[in-house]
């Protein structure tokens, strides 16, 4: 098993910037990629943002490219989604997860979710 827990979340206005971290523990070594995923109220949950643990192959979601940044720390088992630029549409749960395989954007591919994290962002 691999255990996720994000922090990082919180209300900020438009155009401000917030940076999301996850730390993984556990199985660790099982995961080949991770990645952000995010649910607004009423909404399926979409992927933003994720990444190969050994590197290169960042993929977004469209809405976010040029605003946010995936990036990791493999010695301390932590993904981070530096997240700028942000506006009301970004308001939703955020969710780390973890794939055993390189594919981290297609959610029923994926094998550990966190708790989530709620970025709000106000008008």
């Known amino acids: 098993q691999v255990q996720l827990v994000e922090s990082g979340g919180g209300l900020v206005q438009a155009g401000g910037s917030l940076r999301l971290s996850c730390v993984a523990s556990?199985?660790?070594?099982?995961?080949?990629?991770m990645g952000w995923f995010r649910q607004a109220p009423g909404k399926e949950r979409e992927f933003v943002a994720g990444?190969?643990?050994?590197?290169?192959?960042?993929r977004y979601v469209d809405s976010v490219k040029g605003r946010f940044t995936i990036s990791r720390d493999n010695a301390k088992n932590t993904v981070y989604l530096q997240m700028n630029s942000l506006n009301p549409e970004d308001t939703a749960v955020y969710y780390c997860?973890?794939?055993?395989?390189?594919?981290?954007?297609?959610?029923?591919?994926?094998?550990?979710w966190g708790q989530g994290t709620q970025v709000t962002v106000s008008s």
């Open positions: 997860a973890a794939s055993h395989t390189p594919v981290i954007t297609i959610a029923s591919m994926i094998a550990y």
């Open positions: 556990g199985r660790t070594f099982s995961t080949v990629a």
């Open positions: 990444m190969k643990l050994t590197g290169g192959n960042e």
